[in-house]
């Protein structure tokens, strides 16, 4: 009986073993000693993420880049839309297969520095627009879309199949998501926010990215929330060369922040913002990227952000950072060195001299290079060697996390082997990539691909914003009526073949500057018997409205004119939301053509607005929040309602998951086994034996069951897990209880 309460107690130890991919106490610490122990002239390069200039078409005969990974050490890069630009190819296999190479060519050069460590590869994927990858991938469905929806399933699935394509292509860090509230005035075209954000007060930016993050969480990928403390209320764009100003209060500047300190112990960090807060103590004048007193009082009391990352915006091209110098007679060195003493751990340079020459900002390699000298400078004169170790310390954190979660182990980490290579390369090809991709997707949502995943996403979003009694329907069109239509090229061309299915007679507006466009557009309106108008940009959004301005009641324009919003409605003039039939799909995204041609002929119908997750006209006139019924919170303990396996949350804490379930179950059945063993033993001479076992028979009744439970478990986890770690945690198991039987 002892012996069996031995084994017992034996295999709940083990089973507190938990596959959980988060840090041990004793990684940590070798984490710790290894950044003790190793030049700081070379690890300073760790708390940077620059761009470069190359593409993955030209990358191979580039010795610049080589040399630039090899001899600085730098521990990120950011990848831009014209690092993968490739108009030549219409194949996305060989586009994905070419990425691929490229990011594997990263990697391996950044492995051969002096401190042999992988590269963070970091990208923004919100939107169609403000994505790197523009063309391979399933483009990303625009926050504001998703959230149009009220769906729970859309909005984590989307986070996962976001996290999903980015992961298999060797991408490891997402520069997202955008959790800032849109609080921006009708018309504020200029905010960076637009469709960016996914609702507009905090209730609905919580609930809604709640479920996008646990997608997120269930892909794996490393992601940075942004752009703390949210540019909600800032109606300049800090890609414009000015100050963006905060125009909140205290109260607004206090919701602005709940979703940050919401989600920043579920991610793995954090961007802040170059704007200024007027109406906050000590913030009037001062960036937040710059502002000791900001991070002190507010970044550093959020729950759980010790090991937590906070990154700069782009330091590089955004022209308040250019005016910000200007101002103040700075260089780019003392930028960041201001950004880094603020108490920042990477400082992002998104670009690199892709200019010519036409952005004086945009530095070239060799100013990174004097960037980073200079840095480690001014720390060495101010004796803040502890505090370059304290952000290095968060940085080779994440890249140990990740290096677990692919089945590295931490020490692994810090020698050149070829095996830590491995793990940070992409070994499989695009075929395999979309096939598995696609799988998921058939398991989650019951759909065949990711395209059909977008195209239903788009669809349940669709909202109509106004609507006009008399309006002219698509389908009532005759072959000898004529249609006009007023949108982008490439939209034009694939909207050809769809109206000709309907009429001869179309009237492609071609779209250029406002000048040139206004005076033909109102004769072709005139002319055509239903005109469909696109909204994506400004010169849209004035267009609209000089054709409300020039409507009378004998014209009635407004009769025949259906306007589709493929941005954030808050783009729109408040006079003209109540002049159009409008429909909001809130994105451009490829598959919103689909969804616009079966809205026109009725196969579908677009929901009401009043659930519409941004407030629409002068302060909410027009649509307000008051109303609005949110999807529900995600809860990342359980969620047992969701086809989609529970999230995985990154904090020490164990998880109950499938690894654990079948290592317990494998250890119970060690525990048996080994309770009949002990007990034949106990057996006097003679007697009969339990499961007739022998002595000499030790390789059959032990060995062999145990062999096939480990390659059992191991294909199970292999499935369900990458087999990440679980393997670990039945190697130990076996040896401990073999070891055991020998003695």
Not at 341 to 362: C, M, Q, V, Y
Request: proline residues 3%.
């Amino acid at each position: 009986m002892k012996i069996i309460i031995i084994l017992v107690l034996i295999c709940l130890s083990l089973f507190s073993l938990s596959s959980d991919e988060s840090l041990t106490k004793e990684e940590k610490q070798q984490i710790d000693s290894y950044i003790d122990t190793s030049p700081l002239e070379n690890l300073i390069g760790q708390v940077f993420m620059i761009g470069i200039k190359t593409d993955f078409k030209n990358y191979q005969n580039s010795d610049e880049i080589k040399s630039l990974l090899k001899e600085n050490s730098f521990g990120s890069v950011m990848l831009n839309s014209y690092n993968y630009y490739d108009p030549s190819s219409d194949d996305d296999y060989m586009h994905i297969d070419n990425i691929i190479s490229f990011n594997n060519f990263l990697q391996d050069n950044a492995q051969r520095s002096p401190v042999a460590l992988p590269l963070l590869l970091a990208v923004d994927f919100e939107t169609p627009k403000f994505s790197s990858i523009k063309k391979g991938l399933e483009l990303p469905i625009p926050p504001l879309t998703l959230s149009c929806s009220q769906d729970s399933k859309i909005l984590k699935t989307s986070g996962l199949l976001n996290g999903l394509q980015l992961s298999k292509i060797g991408i490891n860090l997402l520069l997202g998501p955008t959790l800032d509230i849109s609080n921006v005035n009708q018309s504020a075209s200029k905010s960076l926010l637009l469709n960016r954000p996914f609702a507009g007060n905090k209730q609905g930016v919580i609930n809604s990215s709640s479920n996008f993050i646990s997608g997120l969480l269930e892909s794996k990928i490393a992601f940075f929330i942004k752009h703390l403390p949210g540019h909600g209320s800032v109606e300049s764009n800090p890609h414009d060369k000015e100050i963006p100003c905060y125009t909140g209060g205290p109260t607004e500047f206090e919701n602005d922040m709940r979703p940050f300190t919401e989600f920043l112990k579920y991610s793995d960090g954090m961007m802040t913002s170059h704007i200024v807060l007027p109406a906050i103590n000590g913030l009037e004048k001062e960036f937040v990227t710059f502002s000791k007193i900001f991070i002190d009082k507010y970044v550093k009391k959020i729950e759980n952000n010790q090991d937590k990352i906070l990154i700069t915006d782009d330091l590089s091209s955004m022209g308040a950072i250019t005016k910000y110098m200007e101002i103040n007679n700075m260089s780019l060195s003392k930028v960041a060195i201001k950004a880094f003493d603020a108490g920042h751990d990477i400082l992002l340079f998104s670009h690199t001299d892709e200019s010519n020459g036409k952005n004086p900002n945009l530095n070239t390699y060799e100013d990174i290079i004097k960037i980073k000298k200079d840095l480690y400078e001014h720390i060495k004169a101010n004796n803040n060697e502890i505090r370059l170790k304290h952000s290095i310390k968060k940085v080779l954190y994440l890249k140990a996390h990740i290096h677990k979660s692919k089945g590295g182990s931490i020490s692994e980490l810090f020698t050149k082997t070829e095996r830590k290579t491995s793990f940070w390369r992409v070994s499989d090809n695009s075929e395999q990539i979309f096939r598995s991709i696609n799988d998921t997707l058939s398991k989650v949502m019951e759909i065949k691909d990711s395209s059909t995943f977008s195209y239903e996403a788009i669809k349940k979003a669709s909202t109509l914003i106004h609507s006009i009694d008399n309006i002219k329907k698509f389908n009532s069109i005759t072959p000898n009526e004529t249609i006009a239509t007023y949108c982008d090229d490439e939209f034009t061309e694939k909207f050809k073949g769809f109206l000709e299915g309907k009429t001869s007679k179309i009237n492609f507006i071609k779209k250029e500057t406002f000048g040139k466009t206004k005076e033909q557009l109102i004769q072709q309106i005139q002319d055509s018997d239903l005109t469909i108008f696109f909204v994506v940009d400004e010169d849209d959004r004035n267009l609209l409205d000089y054709i409300r301005i020039k409507d009378t009641k004998s014209l009635r324009l407004n009769e025949k004119i259906i306007v589709f919003v493929l941005a954030a409605p808050t783009i729109l003039q408040n006079e003209s939301l109540n002049h159009f039939q409008i429909i909001s799909l809130s994105t451009n995204h490829p598959k919103s053509l689909k969804v616009i041609q079966e809205l026109l002929t009725d196969d579908i119908h677009p929901i009401d607005i009043k659930n519409f997750p941004i407030k629409i006209g002068s302060n909410g006139g027009y649509h307000s929040l008051d109303n609005v019924t949110w999807v529900k919170k995600a809860d990342f303990i359980s969620n047992k309602d969701d086809n989609i396996s529970s999230s995985l949350n990154k904090d020490e804490s164990s998880s109950f998951n499938y690894s654990n379930i079948m290592s317990f179950a494998y250890i119970v059945f060690q525990t048996l086994l080994l309770s009949a063993y002990f007990y034949h033993f106990k057996e006097k001479e003679g007697t009969k034996k339990f499961f007739n076992f022998r002595s000499n028979n030790i390789v059959l009744a032990v060995i062999i069951p145990n062999v096939l439970a480990i390659i059992f478990i191991y294909f199970f986890n292999k499935e369900i897990h990458d087999n990440q770690t679980t393997t670990y945690v039945l190697d130990s198991s076996k040896k401990y209880i073999n070891k055991k039987i020998d003695e």
